[in-house]
């Protein structure tokens, strides 16, 4: 088994600070060591926040990120930076889930990415967030992303 090529990496294996907001959050990439094989790379991040660009106020989120790599893998340490630097940052529920999805494609070329978004209610209204760059895959599989929709006290 070949190790994975860490070289050029700035925040892996160093401490970092956190980023100030998306726009300064470094993603990072390191080289597939299965590239041409189909499999799922799965994250999940059940305490997302993020600021609500009216009124400031926090907004909490379950977000989970499913893709097919082709060539490169994300860095799990940045991917983590990345998402807590929203702590601090005024957008919209769909914003911040597109503008996630959107720059992981970017960045990784992958040969198919899904997110979904539960966000938690503001108002009374749950919004969750849905996009996937098209079809699966054929062949490969893709669990159920595992989370119940909102409920309340029912």
Request: glycine letters at 10%; proline letters at 9%.
């Amino acid at each position: 088994m070949t190790p994975t090529d860490v070289s050029g990496l700035t925040q892996l294996g160093q401490s970092t600070a956190l980023p100030a907001g998306p726009d300064q959050a470094v993603l990072e990439r390191v080289p597939s060591g299965h590239s041409g094989t189909l499999f799922v790379v799965r994250f999940v991040a059940p305490e997302f926040t993020s600021l609500c660009p009216m009124t400031g106020q926090p907004d909490f989120a379950h977000i989970v990120i499913d893709y097919v790599p082709r060539q490169w893998l994300v860095e799990s340490k940045s991917l983590k930076l990345y998402l807590a630097s929203f702590r601090n940052h005024g957008a919209f529920h769909e914003d911040c889930t597109l503008d996630i999805a959107k720059r992981l494609v970017a960045l990784l070329d992958p040969e198919w990415l899904r997110i979904g978004a539960y966000w938690y209610p503001r108002g009374g209204i749950p919004i969750d967030v849905f996009w996937q760059t098209g079809e699966a895959p054929a062949g490969v599989w893709i669990p159920d992303q595992g989370v119940a929709p909102y409920r309340g006290r029912g």
